[in-house]
Every structure is written in C-alpha cells, then in structure tokens.
C-alpha cells in the first residue's frame, strides 16, 4: 500500500498549486481520501475530504472557496487544487485514505493509508 504526494513547491500569495496523489496496493476507487497540512510548531490540521465517487466533498472553513479537492479513480490519483494561497497556507501537504470517519474525523486510526507529504511554501 502507498500513497505519494507530489506538486508542493515555492508560490507567491495568490498563486496556484495543484497537488496530486497516486494511490496503489489497494482498491482506490472503495476509498474516502483526505487531505491533511502540518506547519512545523503547529498541530495538524484537516484541509478537505472526497468521497469515492467524487460526488460529496468537504473542505475546512479556512480553504473553503480556494482549495478543492477531487480524484480521478481510473488513474487512481487524488487532486488538491490551491487557488489564492497565502502565507499561512504554507505547510507539509498529506493525502490519507480510509473511511469516511477515520480520515475526516480519527486521522490517527490504525485503518487509515497516509503518504509521506509534499511541501507547499507561500511565501514572496
């Protein structure tokens, strides 16, 4: 089982990043993914959940309107599209995959693929 993130980089405030995850090992498409961020000093926080047909999505109150999430099941890959980033949005970017409760709500259960994250940094 593997989960790898991948297009973090260097962005000014108000630009765009697209972040992805490829998912393997396992039937992707029976999965509930979602994203998580970690600034060092800070605690992790939820950015956005997607359930496995795309269909219902959520996002946390401080991304909602900038940042969506989607997914792409035949290339079993997960989207993180960032429009108007800012500072505070820098942070390591995880992708996770389980159920809906434990990805939305218990990140930490022992059920849950996590991958090893991606860095965005907002900064001019």
């Known amino acids: 089982v593997q989960l790898v993130e991948s297009g973090g980089g260097l962005v000014q405030p108000g630009g765009s990043l697209r972040l992805s995850c490829l998912a393997s090992?396992?039937?992707?498409?029976?999965?509930?993914v979602s994203w998580y961020r970690q600034n060092p000093g800070k605690e992790r926080e939820w950015v956005a959940t997607g359930t496995p047909s795309g269909a219902r999505t959520d996002a946390a109150d401080s991304v909602k309107g900038r940042f969506t999430i989607s997914r792409d099941n035949a290339k079993n890959m997960v989207y993180l599209q960032m429009n108007n980033l800012k500072p505070e949005d820098t942070a390591v970017y995880y992708c996770?995959?389980?159920?809906?409760?434990?990805?939305?709500?218990?990140?930490?259960?022992?059920?849950?693929?996590w991958g090893k994250g991606t860095l965005v940094t907002v900064s001019s």
């Open positions: 090992g396992f039937t992707f498409s029976s999965y509930v």
């Open positions: 996770v995959a389980g159920s809906y409760y434990n990805t939305r709500h218990n990140p930490d259960s022992a059920t849950n693929y």
